[in-house]
């Protein structure tokens, strides 16, 4: 089937959305991209947000060279967000553990584009994509683990469409608004009784 072989020739489009700050694991995302670039894997990653390290970001994006291509948007509107991550295959949660985020609301916009996620994050967020079959995850602040994981992705894209099926079934059960702040209004209730 030609279509088969045109998306397994396409570049795996990932995208990282959020703050360029020292919480962010991005020395490693921009690191695995120059690991990724030198094995051949044709891979494009979106850097989306701004930050006191956006002009760190943008020099190491500039420097990566070989089959992996780092674009660096800087802010983007909701509109033009809204379109990167609907041409994106892959959300990455580069966030260190420190930060002590534990479900990261980039997690959620990537589940609800459909994404697969990948992230550095353990705990809450990884047992919810282990349960729905979402993502999977890296070692954050190595540089090889997530090069690798990002590695399997673009050579498993039936895997990859596994991921981005349950990335969606989590948005729906677990981040939809409609559902999530009836049932957090009604636990703030129970505090107050």
């Not at 489009?13 to 690191?31: F, I, M, N, S, W």
């Not at 070692?139 to 981005?164: F, K, M, P, V």
């Amino acid at each position: 089937d030609s279509s088969a072989r045109s998306a397994a020739a396409a570049p795996l489009r990932c995208v990282y959305a959020g703050t360029h700050e020292a919480g962010q694991d991005l020395d490693t995302l921009l690191a695995a991209a120059r690991i990724v670039g030198a094995s051949g894997t044709a891979v494009e990653i979106h850097v989306a947000g701004t930050g006191r390290l956006e002009a760190k970001v943008r020099a190491d994006a500039a420097a990566t060279t070989g089959s992996c291509r780092v674009i660096v948007h800087g802010l983007l509107p909701r509109g033009p967000y809204a379109e990167l991550l609907g041409r994106a295959d892959v959300g990455i949660v580069a966030v260190k553990p420190e930060s002590l985020v534990a479900v990261p609301y980039k997690a959620c916009d990537y589940a609800a584009a459909g994404l697969a996620i990948v992230s550095g994050l353990r705990g809450e967020l990884a047992e919810v994509l282990d349960e729905y079959r979402a993502g999977i995850c890296y070692e954050a602040g190595d540089a090889a683990s997530l090069a690798g994981e990002i590695g399997t992705l673009a050579a498993d894209r039936t895997l990859l469409a596994t991921l981005r099926q349950g990335a969606r079934r989590l948005a729906e059960q677990r981040f939809d608004r409609e559902t999530t702040y009836p049932r957090f209004a009604r636990w703030i209730e129970t505090l107050a009784d």
